[in-house]
C-alpha cells in the first residue's frame, strides 16, 4: 500500500510537500525523504508524534532510543514501520525538524492507495520554501516576541491557518509552477 502525506508549516504560509512512501517503510524511511525534500541536514535530533484530531501529540517515534528503562513502549524510527502505528486516511502527525526551539511541519496521511507498492519514497509535490532548519534562541525569542497569534481550540499552527488548505488533492490553491511540480513515479 502507498500511503501519501500531505506537510505544511505554521512558519511559512506557501510551504507545501507531498511525500509517497510504502506502508511497509520505516519511519526513518520517510524522515530521510521529508530531510531530502527540504533539502535540510541529517545530523539533527528529530522525532514524529502520532496525533489525534485535535494535534495533540500521542505516540512518539523517535530517531534514537532515548529511554530504556520506561515501562512504556519506546518506537524508534529504525524499527518501526508505518503502517504499525498508521492505518486510517486522515491520520495526522507532527515532525519535530528542530527539538531545540520546537519547530515542526504538520503533517496529515492524505490517501492510502492499496495494491501499489513504491521501492523507495518521493516527494511527489512541492510548493513554496521550507523554514530555516534551525534557528538560534535570540532570533527565536524575537520571533516569539513579536508575535502576538492568540492561541485557542482551533489553532493548527498560527491564527491564519485555512483547513482548506488540506483539501483531497492536497494542494488547491497552490501554484505548483514555482519551485516544484508533480513526479508520478507509481
Do not use: H
Not at 510551504?15 to 520505516?26: G, H, L, V, Y
Not at 545530523?43 to 496525533?51: L, P, R, V
Not at 530517531?63 to 498508521?86: G, H, N, Q, R, V
Amino acid at each position: 500500500m502507498i500511503y501519501k502525506f500531505l506537510l505544511v508549516s505554521d512558519e511559512v504560509d506557501d510551504f507545501k510537500r507531498e511525500i509517497s512512501i510504502d506502508s511497509d517503510a520505516t519511519f526513518l524511511d520517510l524522515n530521510d525523504a521529508i530531510l531530502e525534500s527540504v533539502n535540510f541536514t541529517k545530523d539533527q535530533m528529530t522525532s514524529f508524534f502520532i496525533c489525534d484530531e485535535d494535534w495533540e501529540k500521542k505516540t512518539e517515534i523517535t530517531l534514537m532510543e532515548m529511554d530504556t528503562s520506561s515501562e512504556e513502549d519506546t518506537w524508534t524510527m529504525a524499527e518501526t514501520t508505518l503502517s504499525e502505528l498508521i492505518e486510517d486516511e486522515g491520520q495526522r502527525l507532527i515532525y519535530i525538524f528542530d527539538y531545540i526551539t520546537e519547530r515542526m511541519f504538520f503533517m496529515e496521511l492524505k490517501e492510502a492507495i492499496p495494491g501499489k507498492n513504491l521501492t523507495a519514497p518521493v516527494c511527489t509535490k512541492k510548493g513554496g520554501n521550507p523554514p530555516k532548519q534551525i534557528m538560534d534562541f535570540e532570533e527565536f525569542d524575537k520571533k516569539a516576541q513579536t508575535s502576538s497569534a492568540d492561541l485557542d481550540a482551533d489553532f493548527y499552527g498560527d491564527e491564519t491557518f485555512d483547513p482548506s488548505e488540506l483539501d483531497g488533492e492536497g494542494f488547491n490553491d497552490l501554484d505548483m509552477s514555482e519551485g516544484g511540480g508533480y513526479d508520478d513515479r507509481y
